[in-house]
């Protein structure tokens, strides 16, 4: 947001606005439309999310065991913190690959990319504001399937690259627009509730302008994944 009485509009009204985003949900096409984590959230190892092949998971296990197991706490306490650092992990991918895309893609793809960094390094920093108040200490670099699919985008060039680019990114939204959602249903922590609904209306906004720069490159993106079942999304 440009300006604080901006922020807490959509702040405020963020439960409200979850529904319409959920809703909106479809294909892609049906909307419009770096720097890695500040140094508050050094000193510790990657996080537990990383993008698969088929893009990032976030909320995935393995997560650093430092800031877990607090006395007291709840399980829904400890799945957040696990969650945040899931999606610091994926939110670091995001900009390393914008980044990438800024300078190596076509045209649309350029325009679209710097989109994509400007917004998601503005997500990483509130997103490691939110951290900071949680205790929760976030990865510094991006996850092994991440830091592959960099590589491999390294040795591309021309529309080569724009089509491994897009296709990657696609899914890596499509997933973490549904953990995300996932998180915002469940989260225990009210100010990592109101950032994660934003970051959901931002996803959804992305998934529009990727399919635009695909359309615009003569590209065909992957069918949006169908959702998980409840109970296979509950674990």
Same mark, same amino acid.
């Given at each position: 947001?440009?300006?604080?009485?901006?922020?807490?509009?959509v702040?405020?009204?963020?439960?409200?606005l979850?529904?319409?985003?959920?809703?909106?949900?479809?294909?892609?096409s049906?909307?419009?439309?770096?720097?890695?984590?500040?140094?508050?959230?050094?000193?510790?190892?990657?996080?537990?999310? +990383? =993008?698969?092949p088929?893009? #990032?998971?976030?909320?995935?296990?393995?997560?650093?065991? !430092? %800031?877990?197991?607090?006395? /007291?706490?709840?399980?829904?306490?400890?799945?957040?913190?696990?969650?945040?650092?899931?999606?610091?992990?994926?939110?670091?991918?995001?900009?390393?690959l914008?980044?990438?895309?800024?300078?190596?893609?076509?045209?649309d793809?350029?325009?679209?990319?710097?989109?994509?960094?400007?917004?998601?390094?503005?997500?990483?920093?509130?997103?490691?504001?939110?951290?900071? +108040? =949680?205790?929760?200490?976030? #990865?510094?670099?991006?996850?092994?399937?991440?830091?592959? !699919? %960099?590589?491999?985008?390294? /040795?591309?060039?021309?529309?080569?690259?724009?089509?491994?680019?897009?296709?990657?990114?696609?899914?890596?939204?499509?997933?973490?627009?549904?953990?995300?959602?996932?998180?915002?249903?469940?989260?225990a922590?009210?100010?990592?509730?109101?950032?994660?609904?934003?970051?959901?209306?931002?996803?959804?906004?992305?998934?529009?302008?990727?399919?635009?720069?695909?359309?615009?490159?003569?590209?065909?993106? #992957?069918?949006?994944?169908?959702?998980?079942?409840?109970?296979?999304?509950?674990?």
């Amino acid at each position: 947001m440009n300006t604080k009485r901006m922020c807490i509009a959509v702040l405020g009204t963020a439960a409200l606005l979850l529904p319409a985003v959920l809703a909106a949900q479809t294909d892609p096409s049906a909307s419009s439309g770096g720097s890695p984590f500040p140094s508050a959230s050094a000193n510790s190892s990657s996080g537990p999310a +990383s =993008m698969s092949p088929n893009g #990032p998971q976030v909320g995935s296990p393995g997560a650093e065991r !430092e %800031s877990l197991g607090a006395p /007291g706490q709840s399980g829904q306490q400890l799945l957040d913190k696990q969650f945040v650092r899931a999606a610091a992990e994926s939110g670091i991918a995001d900009v390393k690959l914008a980044t990438l895309a800024t300078q190596k893609g076509g045209p649309d793809v350029k325009e679209m990319a710097q989109k994509m960094l400007d917004d998601h390094t503005a997500m990483n920093k509130d997103m490691a504001a939110v951290a900071d +108040s =949680m205790g929760v200490m976030l #990865p510094r670099k991006m996850g092994k399937d991440d830091q592959a !699919e %960099s590589d491999k985008l390294n /040795g591309l060039s021309g529309k080569d690259f724009d089509t491994e680019y897009l296709t990657y990114i696609v899914k890596a939204h499509w997933q973490n627009l549904h953990s995300f959602y996932m998180e915002a249903s469940v989260a225990a922590d009210p100010e990592l509730q109101s950032e994660v609904v934003k970051s959901l209306m931002m996803m959804h906004q992305h998934l529009g302008l990727i399919a635009k720069a695909a359309a615009a490159e003569g590209i065909t993106l #992957p069918p949006r994944p169908p959702r998980p079942a409840a109970t296979t999304a509950a674990k």
